[in-house]
């Protein structure tokens, strides 16, 4: 008996303390989770992830684009969404003119520009392609 109890210790034990491990390796949710280049991740970072992401007080912003969770998005609203970025991006749209009044730091220069529409451009040839 004194051995089963044992067992069961040790046992429990064991399961506790991998779930334990397991909870410490859980990804960082305040990171962005799409993969993209360390020169796209940084413009998005200071310029668009503040408002584009799960936990931003700005709903609108965090309903129309999540870089959190487009990941997740099936490819054709990937698509869209990179059309979309894109598109704000060339009409000078975002970030928004009342946002760079408080925080004129945040505006995008014309190289990082390039960098979100090549990184867009090159998103949408490797999904259409991946999809034929």
Do not use: Y
Request: hydrophobic fraction near 35%; aromatic fraction near 6%.
């Amino acid at each position: 008996m004194k051995n089963l109890n044992l067992i069961t210790s040790l046992f429990l034990l064991l399961l506790l303390s991998s779930s334990i491990s397991f909870a410490d390796e859980k990804p960082d949710e305040k990171k962005i989770t799409l993969k993209m280049p360390e020169d796209v991740r940084a413009v998005v970072d200071n310029s668009c992830f503040g408002c584009h992401n799960t936990d931003s007080r700005n709903e609108d912003a965090r309903e129309h684009l999540d870089f959190k969770t487009m990941h997740q998005l099936s490819d054709i609203k990937k698509l869209g969404a990179f059309k979309e970025i894109r598109e704000v991006i060339e009409e000078n749209e975002m970030p928004p003119k009342k946002f760079l009044e408080r925080r004129p730091e945040k505006e995008l220069t014309e190289e990082q520009k390039k960098i979100l529409i090549d990184w867009v451009k090159k998103e949408s040839v490797a999904l259409m392609n991946q999809n034929q």
